[in-house]
C-alpha cells in the first residue's frame, strides 16, 4: 500500500512562513510529479506548486516569489516553503503525487488527506 501524509500546517501571522511536508511511503517503486493544491472555503480547489521527478518546478501566479517547492527523493518527500504569508493563503493544503508501485507498475495519483493553513492575527 502506498500512503501520502502532509504535516507542517498551522496558524501563522500575515507576513509569517510555514513549511509544508508530503512523504510518501509504502512499496514504492518511483515517484514523478508531486503536486501541492489548496482549497479554501467556498473556493475551487487550485494548483499552487507542482515540481516533476527531475526537479522542474511550476508555480500558480498568486504564490511565486513568495512559495518554494522542493523535493527530497532519498525520503519521498516534497516540500513547499511558505514566505510572506497572506490572508487570502488560508486554506487547506493538499499533496498529491504521481506513483507507480510493487502492486501497480502503472503510476496512479495519491492524495494525501490535507493540512490546515490559517494566516491569520
Known amino acids: 500500500q502506498v500512503q501520502v501524509v502532509e504535516s507542517g500546517g498551522g496558524l501563522v501571522q500575515p507576513g509569517g512562513s510555514l513549511r509544508l511536508s508530503c512523504a510518501a511511503s509504502?512499496?514504492?517503486?518511483?515517484?514523478?510529479?508531486m503536486t501541492w493544491y489548496r482549497q479554501a472555503p467556498g473556493n475551487q480547489r487550485e494548483l499552487v506548486a507542482s515540481?516533476?521527478?527531475?526537479?522542474?518546478?511550476n508555480y500558480a501566479d498568486s504564490v511565486k516569489g513568495r512559495f518554494t517547492i522542493s523535493r527530497d527523493n532519498a525520503k519521498n518527500t516534497v516540500y513547499l516553503q511558505m514566505d510572506s504569508l497572506k490572508p487570502e493563503d488560508t486554506a487547506v493544503y493538499s499533496c498529491?503525487?504521481?506513483?507507480?508501485?510493487?502492486?501497480?507498475?502503472?503510476?496512479?495519483?495519491?492524495w494525501g488527506q490535507g493540512t490546515q493553513v490559517t494566516v491569520s492575527s
Open positions: 509504502g512499496n514504492i517503486l518511483r515517484i514523478y510529479d
Open positions: 515540481i516533476t521527478s527531475g526537479g522542474s518546478t
Open positions: 498529491n503525487a504521481r506513483i507507480s508501485s510493487t502492486t501497480r507498475w502503472s503510476a496512479i495519483y495519491y
